[in-house]
């Protein structure tokens, strides 16, 4: 099993979308790949599988794709 690669991701705001996020944490190039990976069920929130790109992800929440582990804090 690989490890997976633990980052922090500082956000300004109460929450972001969660395809927002993928890009805004530097997962995908674009909206259209967050979208993407989103519908495909790539994507990980705290520990689940998550298919809408607009659910709200705030500081303390977990998003998982691929062997990146992202925890959400406050700025």
């Known amino acids: 099993m690989t490890k ?5 991701i500082a956000i300004s705001t109460e ?3 969660l395809d927002s996020f993928l890009k805004f944490a530097g997962v995908t190039d674009t909206g ?8 495909e069920g790539l994507v990980l929130v705290n520990g689940e599988v998550c298919t809408m790109r607009g659910k709200k992800i705030r500081p303390g929440d977990v998003v998982e794709i691929d062997d990146l582990e992202l925890h959400v804090v406050a700025e």
């Open 4 to 8: 997976k690669q633990v980052e922090e």
């Open 15 to 17: 929450f972001i979308k």
């Open 32 to 39: 259209g790949q967050a979208k993407e990976a989103v519908l």
